[in-house]
């Protein structure tokens, strides 16, 4: 089943657009886009094959840490994770 995984890390300062640029092509081979130029956090969303939400959650991690350090950003612990499966996602676009 494909996941959506989308983690979060919050840091003690503010990310710039360039470190959200490079922390985007260190996710994109995981259909991953990133977010948080001009914030106190950086995000990435990712598309995980997984049998489950937790196993998702975990292979998403280790993805997003590589990523991280692959991007130089700051190394800050995960925050929160959230996921949806393709399914969820169509059903929320229906209602």
């Not at 489950?52 to 998702?56: G, H, K, R, T, V």
């Not at 991007?71 to 925050?79: E, F, H």
């Not at 994770?81 to 209602?95: C, S």
């Given at each position: 089943?494909?996941?959506?995984v989308s983690?979060?890390?919050?840091g003690d300062?503010?990310i ?8 985007a092509?260190?996710?994109a081979?995981?259909?991953?886009i ?8 950086y995000?990435a969303?990712l598309?995980?094959e997984a049998p ?5 959650v975990d292979k998403?991690?280790?993805i997003?840490a590589?990523?991280a350090?692959i ?9 929160k ?15």
């Open positions: 089943m494909k996941f959506s983690l979060y890390a919050e300062r503010e710039e657009l360039a470190e959200v640029v490079e922390f092509d260190a996710v081979m995981y259909s991953g990133a977010t948080g130029a001009g914030t106190m956090t995000g969303q598309v995980i489950n939400s937790d196993i998702a998403a991690i280790e997003f590589n990523a350090v991007a130089k950003m700051p190394d800050w612990p995960v925050s994770a959230e996921t949806m499966t393709e399914d969820q996602d169509w059903e929320d676009a229906f209602e």
